[in-house]
């Protein structure tokens, strides 16, 4: 291993009554490339803060070889007291040179004369960019670097920390940014830190070793323990192999819609009947849109049945938020026509959670300050629906300002999904969660049962959700593409002619005309048409005796019965387990006759 230019030894951190973390030693080299992963308030920005010396830690050492540029790019560069992007890039007695500057701004799509005070996040997200790459650095720590970023700017960004000389770490929630150009992963967890030589790739498999050791280990331990590990294997591990069964079926959807689609980058509009479980609910004809002589969308047509997940991509500019409010009826086209069903009730989450009034309580937002929620129809207890979204019961009180911003994202996507709804439009929904809570919106998103609009620039999360993907270049044209964003992205290589220079993309399905299939055995078909409804059931009694268990004054009121729920609740996630094992091998079996 190469001789460290930046070091901690023993370094801890009190925040507020105890130490966030203690005795953590971290060694970075040269040409490290890192990925820092964490849940958020494991204190990933603060561990930034430290190693670039702008705060002190409460215990430990810091070393730095002489001569080395530790360089900072904050998740939200502050523009205060700053007239223009410039004069924010330029301030401070390290400011770098403005022909670097300016230089980087130009690649990546600034104006750095742009008013500060008025900038949008993306163009404060690129005026950040720009200072800090400018500054030459030795050591780059990175927090959350392609938030509000498009997808050009990405590509650009990772590009050119492929040549970066430096070492730089990472802390993002964009998986296949960090699959691209990671080599070895921090793990911040529980107070304690873990490094890997393995990129962010090989992260999972490796969590799950780690909690299945604990877990084992965790035998031996109090009961309280015990709990928290166990929750927290259902929490992530259990929770990835749930999604492998659900991207299994989105295979399907998607061989379903490619065999719906026409000649690529058209739809045949007339090919399915409008039945129950196949209706349309919004269709377009011919639709054009244009603004000031520059036409957006041209000869745009498609059927968008029920179930249905839409992914919308391309860079900033280039008419993804006007195909969007085309499609929602919120714009009307210039020739053509949108038709949306009746009956569709649409619920918007965009990143307005100044929605949420500070002062208000958990309790308020979400439950107007009751105990119960009613979620689309089905009345939960407040504190067993709050569990779904990955919040501890004593947070039903607490204050939305005392929330991080990854908390108010959970949170608010906890309010709207209980919300009645057939179509759920999300725009740019994954900026600010970390890793665990973007496995919760695939979940989520997966078990919604109308149709979904999304709008992102974060490549996994729409490989991972979507059916159908919609590429827009600037010049009108919209690609239509059964799969995700790696399927959109394979399609635009073909198409350029550079098929053979194509990106490795994360792609977890594959996408093909459905084809005829040898049958599964009357027992194995059984199972798998039937597995799914039995892992509903089973999940619902564990969602009913989890809410009696939410009850503070259970366990000293009546033990035998907090004893008996317990032990209810733990057969049934095995009982869980072995079904959604047992439909996944089926869905392979299946897979594999096709």
């Given at each position: 291993m190469a001789a460290a230019i930046l070091a901690f030894e023993n370094l801890g951190i009190i925040q507020g009554s105890g130490w966030l973390f203690r005795h953590l030693d971290i060694h970075i080299a040269p040409r490290d490339r890192l990925a820092l992963i964490g849940r958020n308030g494991a204190g990933k920005t603060t561990l930034f803060k430290l190693l670039a010396g702008i705060v002190e830690s409460d215990e430990g050492r810091r070393t730095v070889v002489p001569g080395t540029k530790v360089v900072l790019l904050d998740q939200e560069p502050s523009m205060v007291g700053h007239a223009t992007?410039?004069?924010?890039?330029?301030?401070?007695?390290?400011?770098?040179?403005?022909?670097?500057?300016?230089?980087?701004?130009?690649?990546?799509?600034?104006?750095?004369?742009?008013?500060?005070?008025?900038?949008?996040?993306?163009?404060?997200?690129?005026a950040g960019i720009a200072r800090a790459l400018a500054m030459n650095p030795d050591v780059l720590l990175m927090d959350e670097p392609t938030n509000h970023l498009d997808l050009a700017a990405i590509d650009w960004l990772e590009d050119w920390l492929k040549r970066f000389n430096g070492a730089?770490?990472?802390?993002?929630?964009?998986?296949?940014?960090?699959?691209?150009?990671?080599?070895?992963?921090?793990?911040?967890?529980?107070?304690?830190?873990?490094?890997?030589?393995?990129?962010?790739?090989?992260?999972?498999?490796?969590?799950?070793?780690?909690?299945?050791?604990?877990?084992?280990?965790?035998?031996?331990l109090d009961a309280k323990l015990k709990l928290e590990l166990h929750w927290l294997e259902r929490g992530v591990t259990a929770r990835r192999k749930r999604n492998q069964g659900r991207l299994a079926k989105l295979g399907e959807m998607r061989a379903?819609?490619?065999?719906?689609?026409?000649?690529?980058?058209?739809?045949?509009?007339?090919?399915?009947?409008?039945?129950?479980?196949?209706?349309?609910?919004?269709?377009?004809?011919?639709?054009?849109?244009?603004?000031?002589?520059?036409?957006?969308?041209?000869?745009?047509?498609?059927?968008?049945?029920?179930?249905?997940?839409?992914?919308?991509?391309?860079?900033?500019?280039?008419?993804?938020?006007?195909?969007?409010?085309?499609?929602?009826?919120?714009?009307?086209?210039?020739?053509?026509?949108?038709?949306?069903?009746?009956?569709?009730?649409?619920?918007?989450?965009?990143?307005?959670?100044?929605?949420?009034?500070?002062?208000?309580?958990?309790?308020?937002?979400v439950a107007d300050g009751g105990d119960w929620v009613d979620v689309r129809g089905v009345r939960k207890h407040i504190q067993g629906y709050l569990k779904e979204f990955m919040f501890e019961p004593n947070i039903v009180d607490?204050?939305?300002?005392?929330?991080?911003?990854?908390?108010?994202?959970?949170?608010?996507?906890?309010?709207?999904?209980?919300?009645?709804?057939?179509?759920?439009?999300?725009?740019?929904?994954t900026n600010d969660l970390d890793l665990e809570t973007l496995d919760l919106l695939q979940e989520v998103v997966a078990d919604y049962d109308g149709t979904v609009l999304i709008v992102s620039h974060d490549r996994d999360f729409l490989d991972r959700t979507v059916t159908i993907t919609l590429g827009l270049d600037g010049s009108g044209k919209v690609d239509i593409v059964a799969g995700?964003?790696?399927?959109?992205?394979?399609?635009?290589?073909?198409?350029?002619?550079?098929?053979?220079?194509?990106?490795?993309?994360?792609?977890?399905?594959?996408?093909?005309?459905?084809?005829?299939?040898?049958?599964?055995?009357?027992?194995?078909?059984?199972?798998?048409?039937?597995?799914?409804?039995?892992?509903?059931?089973?999940?619902?009694?564990?969602?009913?005796?989890?809410?009696?268990?939410?009850?503070?004054?259970?366990?000293?009121?009546?033990?035998?019965?907090?004893?008996?729920?317990?032990?209810?609740?733990?057969?049934?996630?095995?009982?869980?387990?072995?079904?959604?094992?047992?439909?996944?091998m089926l869905a392979e079996k299946a897979e594999g006759l096709s």
């Open positions: 992007l410039m004069d924010y890039a330029m301030a401070g007695p390290d400011a770098p040179d403005v022909y670097e500057v300016e230089s980087i701004a130009h690649q990546i799509g600034i104006d750095m004369t742009r008013e500060a005070s008025s900038a949008s996040g993306g163009e404060r997200r690129r730089f770490i990472a802390i993002s929630h964009d998986r296949t940014f960090l699959t691209r150009l990671t080599r070895a992963t921090l793990w911040l967890d529980r107070g304690g830190i873990r490094r890997k030589d393995i990129g962010f790739g090989g992260f999972d498999a490796w969590t799950e070793q780690v909690f299945a050791e604990e877990q084992r280990n965790a035998e031996r379903e819609r490619a065999a719906m689609l026409g000649p690529p980058g058209t739809a045949k509009l007339g090919l399915v009947s409008d039945d129950v479980r196949t209706k349309s609910v919004i269709r377009a004809e011919q639709v054009s849109k244009s603004f000031g002589g520059r036409e957006i969308i041209k000869d745009f047509s498609l059927k968008i049945q029920r179930g249905d997940r839409i992914g919308v991509v391309g860079s900033n500019g280039v008419g993804k938020t006007t195909l969007l409010k085309l499609l929602t009826g919120e714009l009307q086209p210039d020739s053509g026509k949108i038709i949306l069903a009746k009956t569709l009730n649409a619920v918007v989450i965009d990143q307005q959670r100044s929605l949420m009034s500070p002062e208000k309580s958990v309790r308020e937002v607490a204050a939305i300002k005392t929330l991080s911003g990854g908390e108010r994202s959970r949170l608010l996507l906890a309010r709207e999904f209980a919300r009645p709804s057939n179509l759920l439009v999300l725009d740019e929904p995700g964003y790696a399927d959109w992205e394979a399609r635009r290589a073909e198409n350029a002619g550079g098929g053979s220079k194509k990106k490795n993309a994360s792609k977890p399905v594959a996408v093909e005309a459905p084809k005829p299939k040898t049958k599964l055995t009357y027992i194995d078909q059984r199972d798998y048409d039937g597995l799914p409804k039995k892992i509903e059931k089973i999940e619902a009694a564990i969602v009913r005796d989890e809410e009696l268990l939410a009850d503070p004054d259970l366990y000293t009121g009546n033990p035998a019965k907090f004893a008996a729920l317990n032990k209810a609740i733990d057969a049934a996630r095995v009982e869980r387990d072995k079904a959604e094992e047992r439909w996944l």
